[in-house]
């Protein structure tokens, strides 16, 4: 278990410390492979793209809470894909998941002096969020780690990014009871939902898990992934009926709108399946290719049983496996980008297209 506390400067961002891998990669005589970020190059669905069209003229201001259809939309969509019934009242569009992730502390009300708990290996926002907000940060997977502690909230990140774990449903039913008796509230990043492919990733709010009773309980969501919708920035919250409530009040002072626009083409997108799992299959094969490729260069793979990454080592510092796939002009993250327990590790995206992936299996193998 280990804790940031607030003062001082923010970490660096992270991916400015790859600017002389990438330096190093681009100079490839056949150019830069960027597998260190999860970002979609994919084309965005025609129904979301008709979507935003149609719904171009928007001149007056949007609601916070979001159009009744974007709501329904979204809770058919947790329903049919997930198992999960929840009323369009107990959900948030969100200005995309980081956004949210960064600023969720701040908005729930916590401060100095209140114990934020995230995962050992934790995509970094998690941390920021918290010392944005003044409090403290502790890094622990495991509950018997936190002791006589009562953290005001708990992150789960369930496909993990980076490293494709699933958490079983035993461990977030534990997790939660564990959360209630303290009065704790715990928050599920389920942004990669979608992407199982070793495991069935399940939902904080299944009932299975929960009981059906969402108090203290939110699940965070996005389209980015799913529907190749990064550049829109469309996000959700939901769960708690009084946590939505409260953090609706707070946006409609701050301004915090997803665009009328937007609001039409996200869904759009989770009305339609289709796309999402014609998507999937690209994942697939590119995720197939990069595993061979990555263990037939002497990475052994863990985890990695779900979502946009391979998680990968060979027993080094992860910095010196980075320049390692540099020099064959591969970009990758660093394990230490997400925390001291990733120090031997690289996260791999398989986010690139189709003709990058298969130059670097080529790489690899030669």
Excluded at 29 to 40: C, E, I, Q, R
Excluded at 183 to 205: H, M
Excluded at 297 to 302: E, S, V
Aim: proline share 8%; net charge negative; hydrophobic share 40%.
């Amino acid at each position: 278990m280990t804790r940031s506390t607030p003062g001082g400067r923010l970490p660096q961002f992270p991916w400015d410390q790859l600017a002389g891998a990438a330096e190093i990669a681009r100079a490839h005589p056949a150019g830069m492979v960027d597998l260190s970020v999860g970002t979609p190059v994919d084309r965005v669905p025609g129904p979301v793209r008709t979507a935003l069209a149609d719904a171009s003229n928007a001149p007056g201001y949007p609601t916070v809470h979001g159009t009744p259809e974007l709501r329904l939309a979204y809770s058919r969509w947790m329903d049919r894909s997930h198992g999960v019934d929840i009323d369009p009242m107990a959900v948030l569009p969100t200005i995309g998941s980081k956004e949210l992730v960064a600023s969720l502390p701040t908005q729930l009300g916590f401060g100095p002096g209140d114990v934020l708990v995230i995962p050992e290996i934790a995509y970094p926002t998690y941390e920021v969020g918290g010392l944005m907000a003044g409090a403290t940060v502790v890094r622990a997977d495991g509950l018997t780690a936190l002791g006589p502690e009562k953290p005001a909230m708990i992150w789960l990140n369930s496909p993990s990014n980076p490293t494709g774990r699933v958490l079983p449903t035993e461990h977030l039913t534990k997790v939660i009871n564990w959360a209630r008796a303290r009065g704790t509230i715990v928050v599920a990043d389920e942004c990669y939902i979608d992407l199982g492919w070793d495991s069935n990733p399940v939902s904080i709010l299944h009932r299975e898990v929960c009981g059906g009773d969402f108090t203290g309980l939110l699940a965070v969501h996005s389209l980015s992934k799913r529907s190749n919708m990064a550049g829109y920035r469309a996000g959700f919250i939901s769960g708690d009926p009084a946590l939505i409530a409260g953090l609706l009040d707070l946006r409609r002072h701050l301004g915090m709108i997803l665009p009328a626009p937007i609001q039409a083409a996200a869904a759009a997108a989770l009305d339609d399946d289709g796309h999402a799992m014609a998507q999937r299959l690209r994942y697939g094969d590119r995720r197939s290719k990069l595993m061979e490729a990555f263990d037939d260069a002497g990475f052994t793979i863990g985890n990695s049983e779900a979502g946009l990454y391979l998680w990968c080592t060979r027993g080094e510092p992860a910095m010196d496996s980075v320049h390692w796939l540099a020099e064959r002009g591969i970009l990758v993250a660093p394990g230490t980008f997400y925390g001291p327990a990733g120090s031997s590790h690289i996260r791999v995206a398989f986010t690139a297209t189709d003709e990058r992936i298969d130059s670097a299996v080529a790489r690899l193998s030669s």
